[in-house]
């Protein structure tokens, strides 16, 4: 039996690449997120399942892991930014969905399969942290401090499964060219298209890479963090543009 795996998030972006990787790397797939006409046209190709996600929402988490009869992996993608007002300026909503989806989001997933998890005896959990996990920037508060948060529940996660038959890793990227940033700015094309204005940002196949990666080593090694950025990018403030 092909192991399986649940990639949250995986109508856009990082999520769809790393289904598309997985299922090339010989894992059965049961792929959520909210967009579901948008999900079923990543998973039709792959032989994937789609359900519908939200992970704000804990009847939504319930019905989908009710769906789901057994797991090996878990990639806790779905995530975003919103906004960038600096704390002076800052919207409450935002801060609520960004620490909802983010935070609250990977926390509640992951204990609705950690039993299916551990039944497995060969699991993994992936989170997709971010750089904005262990770096801060101007206007970005509400991101950074969600994937803070979230960075500690990994390691917490890590500490509290050491000696069960789950793996635990988290991917950390830097500037990633999706819909993240288009989402970040309200739909602005314009504002998104300057977030990677004269340099080289990362594609989602390279994060992908990076998860297949992780969960591909001997059940014996555990590949705790991977941090992959743009050669343009050396910080979250560094970026080198070609004018
Ligand atoms: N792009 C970057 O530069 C970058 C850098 C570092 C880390 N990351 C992280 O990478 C992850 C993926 O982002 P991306 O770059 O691939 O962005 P993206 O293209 O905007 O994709 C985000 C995905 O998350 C899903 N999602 C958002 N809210 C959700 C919810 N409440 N329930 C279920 N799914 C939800 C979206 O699906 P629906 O809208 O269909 O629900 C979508 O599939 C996020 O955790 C992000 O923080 C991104």
Known sequence: MKPLAVVTGASAGIGAATARALAAAGFDLVLGARRT???????????????????RDPASIARFADAVPRLDLLVNNAGLALGS??????????????????VLGVQRMTRAFLPKLLASQRAHVVVVGS?????VYPGGAGYTASKHAVRAVVRTLRLELLGQPVRVTEISPGLVE????TVRHGGDRDKAKAVYQGMTPLAAEDVAECVVFAVTRPPHVDIDEIVVRPRDQASSTAVFRRS
Do not use: C, H, Q
């Open 178 to 181: 999706t819909e993240f940033a």
């Open 85 to 102: 007002e600096r704390i002076g300026d800052s919207v409450d909503e935002k801060w609520t969905t960004m620490y909802e989806t983010n």
């Open 131 to 135: 750089t904005s996990g262990f770096e």
């Open 37 to 55: 006409e948008k999900l079923a046209s990543v998973a039709e190709p792959l032989g994937a399942r789609a359900l519908p996600l939200d992970v």
